[in-house]
């Protein structure tokens, strides 16, 4: 929350977008001043705080979407020792009833500076939440792949899956990775259709198996999950166990495959 500023200082809003970002400035009493935009790059970020310098000293700036449109601009005030207070965009209703208005949301950026809740995008926050994008792409592909293999293997031949029965999560991937197809593609058409069968489902185990074990370094200790260790818990080496701020384990058991085979 931003200390009440003198009467010689200002606040900024800014209104972000993708290619242009339109600021605005208020006086310490919340009075409008004046408005511009600028275009969202670095020689634009740097004309928009000496365009808010020019009216006061700058006590904060309040950004819309500092972890999308509005990161660079955020980055680039926090470097310059500006006080960056992330606000929420305008309430969708008020917005319909009174239209959509850069201006308008920049000084309503502004407004909300004054009171709003400061949240860092630099540094190791920024770091995590670029991982965390990372890291959850790839656990919702490794998931996809192990439910697309268990669904394989239901349908699969029967001696196929017998091979398979009983086997861990663990050992069940890797087997199906080392699976070796008695042929591929064209030379399928010289066997029989119980071998093409057989063949066609282990190239599709093994596939799957793969892609799967392409996303396993986001539980390794030099992947991802080590970097998303739980901040708040101060850690500096990576512990097992789940994440308040990730909400999922760093690392996870090897456990039973229940398949219905």
């Known amino acids: 929350m931003l200390s009440t500023p003198s009467a010689d200082e200002v606040i900024g809003g800014v209104d972000t977008h993708r290619d242009t970002h339109h600021a605005a400035v208020i006086d310490a009493v919340g009075r409008r001043v004046d408005d511009a935009p600028f275009p969202a790059t670095a020689r634009g970020y740097e004309q928009l705080l000496a365009w808010m310098r020019s009216h006061g000293e700058v006590a904060g700036v309040g950004v819309e979407g500092t972890g999308s449109y509005g990161a660079g601009l955020a980055r680039f005030l926090a470097r310059e020792d500006v006080r960056v ?69 239901v349908t699969a031949p029967t001696e196929l899956r017998e091979q398979l029965r009983g086997l861990t999560t663990g050992a069940l991937v890797k087997t199906c990775a080392r699976l070796r197809p008695a042929a591929q593609g064209a030379e399928l058409t010289r066997f029989d259709p119980a071998t093409i069968v057989s063949a066609a489902a282990k190239t599709a ?57």
Do not use: M
């Open 85 to 153: 207070v992330e606000v929420d965009r305008p309430d969708r209703r008020a917005r319909r009833r009174s239209g959509k208005s850069d201006p308008l949301d920049a000084y309503a950026a502004a407004s909300a500076a004054l009171s709003g809740t400061p949240k860092s995008r630099a540094g190791l926050v920024e770091a995590i939440r670029s991982l965390r994008v990372a890291r959850r792409g790839a656990v919702k592909a490794r998931t996809q792949a192990i439910n697309q293999l268990r669904a394989q293997i």
């Open 205 to 261: 185990l093994r596939q799957l198996a793969r892609r799967h074990q392409l996303h396993d370094d986001v539980f390794r200790p030099t992947g991802v999950g080590t970097l998303l260790r739980c901040p708040s818990r101060g850690e500096t080496e990576p512990k097992t166990g789940p994440c308040p701020d990730t909400g999922s384990d760093a690392e996870k058991p090897d456990r039973p495959a229940t398949l219905d085979l």
